[in-house]
């Protein structure tokens, strides 16, 4: 063996003799996380329509788009699903609440 394997050798021996011995049998330490809950729905959300092509009786008729945004309501979607009325089920289409 060459004298840089060696040193290298003893190098790595001297590191883990002085190395803290590990408790296998404590249980390992939980740190608690940050709070994984969902952040709150925001009270009120603001949005601006685009320029859009609307319907005015026979013809339509070109609608700038909105310069000031206007508050838009937080409304739930609820999938489809049966409900027993009047002794037999009923489907009740997807929905907005």
Known sequence: MSVATL??????????????????????LVTPGPNNTAPAQPTVTYALL???????GLQYVWVPPETIPRPVPYWRFVEGYHVWRGGEWVWVPAHYE
Do not use: E, F, K, R
Not at 7 to 24: E, G, M
């Open 7 to 28: 040193s290298t050798l003893a190098t790595i021996a001297a590191a883990v003799a002085s190395a803290q011995p590990i408790n296998l049998l404590a249980p390992p």
């Open 50 to 56: 685009p320029g859009h092509w609307q319907l005015q």
